[in-house]
T-cell receptor, first 111, second 113 residues
Framework: GEDVEQSLFLSVREGDSSVINCTYT??????LYWYKQEPGAGLQLLTYIFSNMDMKQDQRLTVLLNKKDKHLSLRIADTQTGDSAIYFC???????????FGSGTKLNVKP | NAGVTQTPKFRVLKTGQSMTLLCAQDMNHEYMYWYRQDPGMGLRLIHY???????AKGEVPDGYNVSRLKKQNFLLGLESAAPSQTSVYFCASRRDLNTGELFFGEGSRLTVL
């Protein structure tokens, strides 16, 4: 399978910015995704970026894509305690038949 | 707004027992997926389906079987459960549109003793 890698943990203070990083392997992926998983729940799509873009902003969220280095990041501005969750990056290299997920980064926001 | 519903939500099995997890979606989605989630390993694709009557293997299909007899349902079966199958199982579905957004169920926690 594809190899999508993320660090496992990130801890920030409320009000700070959080940056979650991801590396992926398949340069043919059309879209790259960030999903959020809250405790005891399934994953929900947070945002995505089309592969021909290098940045996408959506309110407090900024996604940066470096195709050359196959690196994806998610920046959350003004992080709140409600942002505490596990964040997964994902890619789909084969026109959405299959999706490959990273191991997830657990974000802990301290008051 | 049921979305994707998984049953059961919790189950404890003994080694060698069989069981079926049911995933039902009411969004008329073509594609459905079964993933397992293990600590530090993220989500791994078990099997998927691109439409009614079709199934295909994912990354970790061994020990599992699936069926998609009706478009809205995707069943995951364990014929002879093993402790290595202790995991949280997630079903997901998606529309056949360009962005590929997946809609997930709440998960089914399975423990095999």
């Amino acid at each position: 399978g594809e190899d999508v890698e993320q660090s496992l943990f990130l801890s920030v203070r409320e009000g700070d910015s959080s940056v979650i990083n991801c590396t992926y392997t398949d340069s043919s992926s059309t879209y790259l995704y960030w999903y959020k998983q809250e405790p005891g729940a399934g994953l929900q799509l947070l945002t995505y970026i089309f592969s021909n873009m290098d940045m996408k902003q959506d309110q407090r969220l900024t996604v940066l894509l470096n195709k050359k280095d196959k690196h994806l990041s998610l920046r959350i501005a003004d992080t709140q305690t409600g942002d505490s969750a596990i964040y997964f990056c994902a890619e789909s290299p084969d026109n959405f038949n299959k999706f490959y997920f990273g191991s997830g980064t657990k974000l802990n926001v301290k008051p | 707004n049921a979305g994707v519903t998984q049953t059961p939500k919790f189950r404890v099995l003994k080694t060698g027992q069989s069981m079926t997890l049911l995933c039902a979606q009411d969004m008329n989605h073509e594609y459905m997926y079964w993933y397992r989630q293990d600590p530090g390993m993220g989500l791994r694709l078990i099997h998927y389906s691109v439409g009614e009557g079709t199934t295909a293997k994912g990354e970790v299909p061994d020990g599992y079987n699936v069926s998609r007899l009706k478009k809205q349902n995707f069943l995951l079966g364990l014929e002879s459960a093993a402790p290595s199958q202790t995991s949280v199982y997630f079903c997901a579905s998606r529309r056949d549109l360009n962005t590929g957004e997946l809609f997930f169920g709440e998960g089914s926690r399975l423990t095999v003793l």
